[in-house]
């Protein structure tokens, strides 16, 4: 491996700001991407088309929730491999979960493309949306497979300590994905006029371009983890692998499913108050997404650079990356909510209409609930120190105490007494608790001496405790 992808020497502090940037700066291009996109359907085809796509959307976050586990499992899997030198073991466990993520998305694939409009129909899409959003969804499955490879590689990059080349390659990819949606909505120049789906097949040809051109890059510079014609031996499936992706992924994967059902609690909470309420903390959340964009970018980069630690046993270096990575994200985290408090009329107005209940509202709950999100940062950070070892179900169990164990019950119990206001002090009291937890799983939990190795290890030795 190219000594500059290491990331088990030098400063670390500079080596994880360095990891993570890419990894902020990709996450803020999907969320701008997913705007642009949302923008051209909604203002040029209108609002039953737009509910198409957020309905179809629903969809394909579960499905992405998952990948997400199991991109991350084969991160740590590599990453933990090559920190210990284990260049070989690292290509066999990229040879097999390529063969299971390609099987994997091709029956996802044609199950999705045949039971999306069952499942949208059970969702009660609205009848004006439902052919759109079945238009929308079978392209999107269609394209399945090409996109998860394409996911699949990023995460084995990252894993091997590159973070800049997935970004590239991805700011490629919404570059594509931008131009090609209105040329493929309206079809302009000799480009049919495809609609809604139009917007399907420019993500799907824009990451499948993406994907091809990513791995043509990996063959020309020749590295490391490629599968030369010689060891394609490599792609029959060893289970070991297979069960580890799985049983490591899936938990992974839930993390994000327990997140959204959260929010799907809470909205249902806020509803009560009207219109304004709602469009108040829709005006807030817009802003959060990208609030807690950096420590979202922070726990992968901790989770890449100390499972290369976990692997080369170096305990000390993973203590490290731990302390730097919750400095960064504090500092990070609490920069961007400096900001919104000081300009939070300018932020929350970019939502909702100047001089409305709604700002002042939204105003109102981002001063209290805001904040929160540094301590969940913290503990996002914590998480992806400890999976690093395969430790998932801890920071799963963490999770859904604090957002669905305490969270939704106490603004549940409190919104009659306190009003909306609950559900405001809802956010930091949760935050509170995972913060707290987390912090205790990571001094006193057993993870350190959790393996996460399908193969057999060379180096057995137990870590002491920090």
Request: contains cysteine; positive net charge.
């Amino acid at each position: 491996m190219r000594r500059h992808h290491s990331l088990t020497e030098g400063s670390i502090s500079r080596g994880l700001l360095l990891f993570a940037l890419p990894i902020l700066y990709g996450n803020v291009l999907q969320s701008l991407n997913t705007s642009v996109n949302a923008f051209w359907i909604g203002r040029f085809l209108g609002e039953a088309a737009l509910a198409a796509a957020s309905n179809a959307n629903s969809v394909v976050f579960l499905i992405w929730a998952g990948i997400y586990g199991l991109s991350m499992a084969s991160t740590i899997l590599v990453g933990v491999y090559l920190g210990g030198k284990r260049v070989e073991d690292a290509k066999h466990a990229v040879g097999t979960s390529t063969t299971f993520f390609v099987l994997l998305s091709l029956a996802t694939a044609v199950l999705g493309a045949v039971l999306c409009e069952p499942i949208l129909v059970l969702m009660k899409t609205p009848a004006a949306s439902l052919p759109l959003a079945v238009a929308y969804l079978r392209v999107m499955f269609v394209a399945l497979p090409l996109s998860f490879m394409y996911v699949f590689v990023m995460s084995v990059l990252r894993g091997a300590g590159d973070s800049k080349t997935p970004f590239l390659f991805l700011l490629m990819s919404v570059v594509l994905d931008v131009v090609l949606n209105p040329v493929l909505i309206f079809g302009l120049g000799p480009f049919p006029r495809l609609g809604i789906a139009g917007s399907a097949w420019a993500t799907a040809f824009a990451q499948s371009v993406t994907f091809f051109a990513l791995v043509w890059h990996l063959y020309r510079v020749k590295h490391p983890l490629r599968l030369g014609a010689h060891e394609l031996d490599r792609l029959k499936l060893d289970f070991a692998v297979v069960r580890t992706l799985v049983v490591k992924g899936v938990p992974m994967g839930l993390q994000l499913v327990v997140i959204s059902l959260s929010g799907v609690l809470m909205i249902t909470l806020v509803n009560r108050f009207g219109t304004d309420t709602t469009a108040a903390y829709g005006a807030a959340f817009q802003v959060w997404q990208y609030v807690q964009m950096p420590a979202f970018a922070i726990g992968m980069a901790v989770s890449s650079m100390a499972a290369q630690n976990v692997g080369a046993q170096k305990w000390d270096r993973v203590s490290a990356v731990a302390r730097a990575g919750v400095l960064f994200s504090v500092l990070l985290t609490g920069t961007i909510v400096l900001l919104i408090e000081l300009f939070s009329t300018k932020a929350l107005g970019i939502f909702v209409p100047a001089g409305s209940v709604a700002l002042r509202t939204a105003e109102h709950l981002n001063q209290i609930a805001a904040w929160s999100f540094i301590l969940l940062g913290v503990s996002m950070v914590l998480f992806g120190v400890v999976r690093a070892t395969g430790a998932v179900m801890a920071p799963l169990a963490i999770l859904a105490v604090s957002l669905l164990g305490v969270r939704f019950p106490l603004a549940l119990s409190l919104v009659d007494a306190w009003g909306a206001d609950a559900i405001w002090w809802s956010f930091p009291i949760s935050s509170s608790v995972a913060v707290v937890l987390a912090a205790l799983y990571y001094r006193f939990g057993g993870w350190r001496s959790l393996q996460i190795h399908p193969l057999p290890q060379r180096n057995t030795s137990v870590p002491a405790t920090d």
